[in-house]
């Protein structure tokens, strides 16, 4: 099951990657490595749609939110849609959305989404939201509200302890000898609070569809602010994913270069597991200045102090 869900992300990596190409059908399966008629039939299986559809629903929706948010002409947004004239993009659009460009732009609140078979559909800024292949839902993780709760509450507690600290400790390289991961570990304890923030701040912006942030204020009060900002929004983001078992859903990110999938159960993970890591580093710098009263960032302690009402 595992390997045809991967497979089958694959095939919709490709159509996305095409939004912003002129390509043939056939092209489109030889990149998949298979003949026009077995990629049409994989894909109309596996969403209900044929990828010319597919394809042709996702250009429409991402035309009628570009038509609502910005001043374009029609003519622009019709090639960027992939149609050769304005006649034909408006006869298509009136067809799908039941009104010409001209009148939908001036409409407010109206969908760009329109119906589909499947929970496939374009997500702004200019990502494709897809549903878990199958509709396969896992059970509510009540693991995951502790596991934030406690991430954002040790990284405020090492903001505390950071302002305690000069300059010269918080900029001061780390030795980090055989503990180094050069795509990870960051070169100062100032770096590291960072990321910790920055984190959060990225992935919430990528999850709701919005240009990634670049708030370059490092500073302790700055990065407390910025932590203050982001907290409750990431809390919110997990926990509306949690409510709606939308584990297994997940997205494509087209301003990845190639495009890549991210399901919100491995965006999580990754947020989660990348953030222990560079909460120990920060934890054993902090050590190294003389900050000995942080433990070791075991949740466990957390817990245990918060269920007891310590704060």
């Known amino acids: 099951m595992r390997r045809e869900t991967d497979t089958l992300r694959r095939y919709l990596d490709l159509l996305v990657d095409s939004l912003d190409h002129e390509v043939r059908g056939d092209d489109l399966a030889r990149r998949a490595y298979l003949s026009r008629f077995h990629f049409d039939r994989v894909i109309r299986a596996a969403v209900g749609e044929t990828p010319a559809t597919l394809r042709r629903r996702l250009l429409l929706e991402r035309a009628a939110y570009g038509l609502a948010r910005s001043e374009a002409p029609a003519t622009e947004v019709a090639l960027e849609a992939g149609y050769d004239s304005l006649g034909a993009f408006t006869r298509a659009f009136g067809r799908a959305f039941g009104a010409p460009p001209s009148a939908y732009r001036t409409r407010r609140g109206t969908t760009f989404r329109l119906p589909a078979p ?94 990634e942030p670049n708030d370059p204020d490092r500073s302790v009060a700055g990065l407390r602010r910025r932590l203050a900002k982001i907290a409750p929004e990431w809390r919110a983001v997990v926990r509306e994913i949690r409510e709606r078992g939308a584990w297994d859903d997940a997205f494509i990110d087209t301003l990845c270069d190639p495009p890549e999938t991210f399901s919100f159960r491995g965006a999580l993970a990754h947020v989660v597991t990348i953030s222990a890591y560079r909460r120990s580093l920060a934890i054993g710098a902090f050590r190294a200045a003389g900050v000995e009263d942080l433990g070791y960032g075991d949740p466990i302690s957390w817990e245990r102090a918060r269920t007891s009402g310590a704060s």
């Open 118 to 211: 499947n929970g496939i559909h374009f997500h702004p800024p200019a990502a494709v939201l897809v549903a878990a292949a199958q509709k396969i839902r896992s059970e509510t993780m009540d693991l995951t509200e502790m596991l934030i709760e406690h991430d954002l509450a040790l990284i405020g507690t090492m903001l505390d302890k950071a302002e305690t600290l000069g300059d010269d400790a918080l900029d001061r390289p780390l030795m980090l000898g055989d503990a180094d991961v050069p795509e990870i570990s960051e070169r100062t304890v100032r770096e590291l609070l960072h990321r910790l923030v920055s984190q959060k701040e990225n992935w919430a912006a990528s999850i709701k569809g919005r240009p």
